[in-house]
């Protein structure tokens, strides 16, 4: 972009000590009017993100700080670098195993419209995806790149706002999903939304969005269907249904499961002490959920010194990610939850006809479609018999969260 500038850490700290003196917030509405910019365009100022001068220059001028006290003097972006915008960097310092998850995701974001990763709280769906722009951002493939996390949930004219200003290079403040496809033809973008659960509705099956955020599933069927260069990466507990590619369509999809092998560093890198083989059983325990794992090492340490032995020996399981479970099993329907608690009683896995004879109290087609739902959530596991036959069970961990909140 040219004539962007972009400040220095030290003049952030003499704009911070300004803004405190007026008593502005870091995104003051007041702050935003007078210097004639956008809140988008404010935070991308603290975050450093190169923005247009006269912006730059506004945004000291009107908080009574001289712009040339603030900006960055060594800064230039040589043509042809990205321009990134990533709202929550993602520490991906500490990071083990999945190079084939790596492989899949990166040929996605690079030849379809739209990826999607998905997977239980605390699997790793963030991390990976940190990950996987640090393995590409040398590449050059992409000419801009923007993050958002979805966690606050904006209305789709917000975001929209958003990425169309960080895509036009600050020359239009707003538009709508018409402007966008104009950007995703003309220049080859990532665009990357986190936690997209936050706007789906939690009283329907797995996959639906909210009724007022409806029109983010119009977002996602044109990103899908119309002829552009870019790629929009959905990261998200469920699936959403819009973003089920038909045969063709440039769709990729990644279902995030645990850790394998890997997690035996994780553990120990956690500090805790056993054998190969301990380890590998408490990684089972937790279906290798490096969020489990994190947390129950941390259980590990402070209850038994760091032994795994001494754990495992007291032949519980901890439920670590409770709030996490609260969360997703918030969601589900009636059928849904009985589908669990028909899972969580069976020692064995059960197959759909087994599901479909036990809660007989439903029509089958429902149970199907409760079974699949719950799929798409990762709340079941599926698993293929020796004959070919296609199994059901729960993870140990989520078995033990339901027997402790459903099962009296
Ligand atoms: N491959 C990995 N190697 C090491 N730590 C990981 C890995 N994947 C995830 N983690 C850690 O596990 C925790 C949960 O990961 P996160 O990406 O936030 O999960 P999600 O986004 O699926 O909820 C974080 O503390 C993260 O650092
Ligand atoms: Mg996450």
Known sequence: MVGSLRASKEGLDIVEQARKKKGWTKTALT????ALTTEATLKRFWRLVPIQQESFTKICEVVGVDWENVVDENFSLP???PRIDWEQPIDVSIFYGRKKELATLEKSVFKDRLAIVSGLGGIGKTTLVGKLWENIKGKGEFEYVIQRSLCNKPPLSELLNDLIEFLSDDEEKTGGIFQLMGYLRKQRCLLILDNV??????????????PEYQDYSDLIKRVKAEQHKSCLLLISWERPKDSVGLLGEK??????SGLEQEAQELLKAQGL??????????NKLYAGNPGSLKLISALIQELFDGRVQNYL?????VVVLNEILAQHFSRLSDLETKIMINLAMNSEPSSLSQLIEEISSQPASKVMEAVNSLINRSLIEKISSEVGE????????VRKYVKSKFVK
């Open 273 to 282: 002490l056993g054998t190969d083989k301990e380890l590998e059983t408490l």
């Open 313 to 317: 020996r007291s032949g519980t399981i």
């Open 31 to 34: 702050w935003c009017e007078k």
């Open 197 to 210: 659960e936050a706007i789906m509705s939690s009283d329907k099956l797995a996959g639906f969005f909210c």
């Open 251 to 256: 769709v990729g999809f990644l279902r995030l």
């Open 390 to 397: 296609v199994l059901f069970s729960l993870l140990p961990e």
């Open 79 to 81: 043509t042809g670098t």
